[in-house]
């Protein structure tokens, strides 16, 4: 499922390759589950920029469960494929003992970029939850697509758009702060 601007209760299943008609709605309950946990990768991306890092922050859950939590990690482990999201992903095997998260639920502040959306679909996840597009470098809808393509052998259901504001004003407001110093 994804929002694309739309009211966020309506959302447009994404399956198959292609992009349906708004086919379903949330209800209340599902809504405040999704922000529930959408404001535990907020808080996961606020520690990462209290590290200095880019404040992205994934959790993933299972049956309503944490399995992970992760903030990004590049400069703080000198690494560049320390993404939340990939970070989330390595502590969520780890945890459950397998490769394979069929039965998981990511949540991401931005939309995964494409390491990370080719991340979710090799790790085969249920579902992808996050809170604003990258225009710049989004790998599920904004430039490259990857969760729903039919080249690959698994899709992604998607839902964008959960608190939204609070997920694109934490990197608005992190960038400006940015803006105007050195960063190497």
């Not at 992009?19 to 606020?46: F, G, H, Y």
């Amino acid at each position: 499922m994804t929002c694309f601007g739309a009211h966020p209760i309506v959302a447009v299943r994404l399956f198959e390759g292609c992009l349906k008609e708004p086919s379903c709605v949330n209800t209340a309950a599902e809504i405040e589950v999704d922000e529930r946990w959408m404001r535990q990768a907020l808080a996961a991306a606020s520690e990462a920029q209290a590290r200095g890092e880019v404040p992205i922050g994934t959790c993933i859950v299972s049956e309503d469960k944490l399995i992970a939590l992760a903030g990004n990690r590049t400069r703080t482990d000198c690494d560049p494929t320390a993404h939340a999201e990939i970070v989330a992903l390595r502590e969520a095997a780890g945890k459950l003992g397998n490769y394979r998260l069929t039965e998981v639920d990511v949540y991401s502040t931005i939309e995964p970029c494409a390491m990370c959306a080719g991340a979710l679909i090799q790790a085969r996840v249920r579902r992808l939850i996050y809170g604003a597009a990258d225009e710049r470098a989004g790998g599920v809808i904004s430039r490259f697509r990857i969760c729903d393509t039919d080249f690959l052998n698994h899709r992604i259901e998607v839902q964008s758009g959960v608190l939204e504001e609070e997920c694109r004003t934490l990197m608005q407001e992190f960038f400006k702060t940015r803006r105007g110093r050195i960063v190497d």
